[in-house]
């Protein structure tokens, strides 16, 4: 208790930034006490996001989502392949989350980051079980040929909230993915149309298995809010130095109809009451919201 | 009105619950746990000297090991040790052993359903063999929902296969003293971990919360009864 008293004394004569990094829980929560984030935002409020689609050019479809300046950078690439046997009639999503090491000075290179194979299999689960895509739609030819979609996400900048940041690219990625011209030949193959030559208009007419580029129909949104647990306080949308120093997480996510998707909690020093998991889920109902709306303003230009 | 399950349990009856420590030679501590067919066996090296890299030396230091019944590591398997990890965390004193690291070894003897919760229970109980200050156990359950609604504790294999939604629960175990109430609920009732796959309405969470927290006081029961019981042989 020595240490507290020291601190608070100090708190008067010291300087902001010393104060901070000597007692840094201290310093939130003087904060806290008066319902203000050091970044000013009030506890419940998620950082300004903003999402852009179509970056990258090579890939079929591409977003970029910034959550404050948690940066994800999302890319789909279609390819063709046999489906399994088990399911003849539908295509496949490979999901992966790289975390290279120019996202944050905890990330060594040569050395993956532990959090990465837990996001893209956190990100996988989620697509799959919230029903967003119709893995029917991926068929070209039953039991010979589907789409395999590999959804990669790159971490440029990880400042907290990464999983909200990830799933918000993904949605994003599928919104712009358009899925490419592709035609049966002679020898029952697959083979890319190029839209403008001349040569393969007749093939396009006869056998194009789909005639021309067209978007998935994504059923279910799901959208995700991480927030912080710490005493009586919840706090939306943390930085990377909140995650840090407070360190119970609590990830809600919710799909279009407000149903959970995922309620994921590992550890930390606070347990989640039924209020505050109330409020967890009533706060990321609010945030899907306002998700909802930022996707909506990129599908309308 | 009941559902039927396939091994005539009824929704809220657990398998055969069975728990054995110190039953390796090499490590500190070591237990295997098994509810029905599903076993896990947890071993637990530590405290040693030095921290990792990028974890705090100030305080004691956990990492997790999976072991796969067959096979190399996926990301599943990577998930598990995060999560388990992070839950261990949360239920040792970390002030106690500064700058040490515990290493926590789990073995997957066979899977027939609920396996991060027995692991969980497993690590538990290797852990207090092993004598690593803890604030409370953590105890572990697997809720299903099953289309009609119902909650069923505990699925094996088949029956998580077939449910629309699980949601994996971990809650510090019920104890006999009284301790001051967070909110107007109880300590034990706060959840340390929650792991959910599948969709699921918010008030059907919620029974599955209120389900899996009765179940618990069973568990913790078992644990208590058995922790006793090796006492008294020693």
Not at chain 2, 157 to 167: G, H, P, R, V
Not at chain 2, 199 to 220: H, I, K, Q
Request: aromatic share 6%; hydrophobic share 40%; proline share 5%.
């Amino acid at each position: 208790m020595a240490l507290v008293d020291s601190s608070q004394d100090l708190s008067a004569e010291m300087e902001v930034d010393a104060f901070r990094r000597l007692f840094p829980l201290r310093f939130f929560e003087r904060h806290l006490s008066e319902s203000l984030r050091p970044d000013g935002r009030p506890l419940g409020k998620a950082r300004d996001t903003i999402v852009n689609l179509g970056l990258v050019s090579s890939a079929d479809g591409s977003a970029l989502a910034k959550i404050g300046s948690t940066t994800m950078i999302a890319a789909i690439r279609m390819e063709v392949m046999t489906p399994s046997l088990d399911s003849p009639d539908e295509g496949c999503i490979a999901v992966e989350f790289h975390m290279p090491p120019i996202c944050s000075p905890t990330v060594r290179p040569g050395r993956p980051a532990d959090e990465a194979p837990v996001i893209s299999k956190r990100l996988s689960d989620i697509i799959s079980s919230c029903d967003m895509i119709d893995l029917k739609e991926l068929c070209l030819v039953s039991g010979k040929a589907a789409w395999m979609g590999y959804l990669d996400i790159y971490c440029l900048d990880a400042d907290g909230a990464l999983f909200d940041a990830a799933l918000l690219s993904a949605v994003a990625a599928f919104s712009n993915l358009q899925i490419p011209v592709v035609a049966l030949n002679d020898n029952g193959r697959i083979v890319a149309i190029n839209g403008g030559q001349e040569e393969n208009a007749s093939i396009r007419e006869k056998e194009a298995v789909n005639k021309e580029k067209r978007k998935l129909t994504l059923k279910n949104i799901p959208f995700s809010l991480t927030c912080i647990l710490h005493k009586k306080y919840i706090l939306a949308d943390p930085t990377a130095e909140e995650e840090s120093i407070m360190d119970t997480l609590v990830t809600v996510v919710l799909d279009s109809s407000d149903q959970i998707v995922s309620f994921n909690k590992s550890g930390g020093n606070a347990l989640a009451g039924s209020s505050a998991i109330k409020s967890c889920v009533e706060l990321a109902k609010k945030r899907g919201k306002e998700l909802k709306e930022i996707l909506g303003e990129m599908d309308i230009d | 009105m009941e559902i039927d399950r396939e091994d005539g349990r009824r929704p809220n009856q657990l398998r055969p619950l069975a728990c054995s420590r110190n039953i390796l030679h090499r490590p500190h501590g070591s237990a295997s746990w098994s509810q029905g067919d599903t076993k896990v066996l947890a071993a637990v090296y530590g405290p040693k000297p030095g921290t990792r890299k990028n974890e705090n030396p100030e305080k004691a230091c956990f990492e997790v090991i999976w072991k796969p019944k067959s096979g190399q590591i996926g990301k599943a398997e990577k998930e598990y040790e995060m999560i388990l990890k992070k839950t261990i965390q949360s239920i040792c004193v970390l002030t106690v052993n500064p700058n040490t690291t515990t290493s926590v070894i789990i073995q997957v003897v066979h899977d027939d359903g609920s396996l991060l919760p027995c692991a969980i229970n497993a690590a538990c109980a290797a852990l207090v063999d092993a004598g690593i200050p803890m604030k409370h156990l953590a105890v572990a359950i697997c809720c299903c929902l099953a289309d009609s609604g119902y909650v069923v504790l505990d699925p094996n294999k088949l029956e998580e296969k077939k449910m629309t939604a699980f949601a994996y629960l971990v809650f510090p175990n019920t104890t006999l003293s009284v301790l001051p109430e967070v909110e107007g609920e109880p300590v034990e009732h706060g959840i340390i971990t929650s792991v959910t796959h599948g969709v699921m309405s918010v008030d059907d969470y919620f029974l599955c919360v209120e389900n899996g927290r009765a179940a618990t006081a069973s568990l913790s029961a078992f644990f208590r009864k058995n922790f006793q019981q090796t006492q008294g042989a020693v």
